[in-house]
């Protein structure tokens, strides 16, 4: 049990390893990439034949990140590390129906009318437009 004046954190407050390890990279004279440069990364690396995966694959000298994207391509889910890859690059591709300009649909709403006799029904057939006339033949 402590005792009033007991120090219970001799070391003091424990560092922040998050800054730290970001200052000790900087002090290191390592830089983070751009958006712009990691995605010229990653489509040059998709551009290379299997060899040359290969080789950078085992080379120990290259950044991780290399290497790991280097493994994804050439393991059995390679086609979706491609598709990833170039969708960091490029940004996902929207599919837009040309059809409605990318516009939701919206139908009319359908009118329900009651007639009562044959007349009343003759009237409203006239008043609707001919399917016909409406397309143009």
Same mark, same amino acid.
């Given at each position: $049990?402590? /005792?009033?004046?007991?120090?219970?954190? !001799?070391?003091?407050? !424990?560092?922040?390893? =998050?800054? %730290? $390890?970001i200052k000790e990279f900087e002090d290191a004279g390592l830089v983070v990439p751009s958006n712009e440069e990691m995605g010229k990364m990653y489509l040059y690396i998709a551009t290379l034949n299997e060899e040359? +995966?290969?080789k950078l694959l085992n080379d120990k000298e290259l950044p991780m990140m290399t290497r790991i994207?280097?493994? &994804? =391509? +050439?393991? /059995?889910?390679? +086609?979706?590390v491609v598709d990833k890859i170039v969708n960091r690059a490029y940004g996902s591709q929207q599919?837009?129906?040309?059809? %409605? #300009? &990318? /516009?939701? +649909?919206?139908p009319e709403p359908m009118k329900l009318i009651?007639?009562? #006799? /044959? @007349? @009343?029904l003759e009237k409203i057939e006239n008043e609707i437009p001919n399917t016909e006339e409406k397309e143009g033949k």
């Amino acid at each position: $049990m402590a /005792k009033k004046g007991d120090v219970l954190n !001799p070391k003091g407050r !424990p560092r922040n390893t =998050i800054r %730290t $390890m970001i200052k000790e990279f900087e002090d290191a004279g390592l830089v983070v990439p751009s958006n712009e440069e990691m995605g010229k990364m990653y489509l040059y690396i998709a551009t290379l034949n299997e060899e040359e +995966l290969k080789k950078l694959l085992n080379d120990k000298e290259l950044p991780m990140m290399t290497r790991i994207i280097a493994r &994804g =391509i +050439l393991s /059995k889910k390679g +086609l979706d590390v491609v598709d990833k890859i170039v969708n960091r690059a490029y940004g996902s591709q929207q599919h837009i129906d040309i059809t %409605t #300009n &990318g /516009k939701d +649909l919206q139908p009319e709403p359908m009118k329900l009318i009651f007639v009562a #006799n /044959k @007349e @009343e029904l003759e009237k409203i057939e006239n008043e609707i437009p001919n399917t016909e006339e409406k397309e143009g033949k």
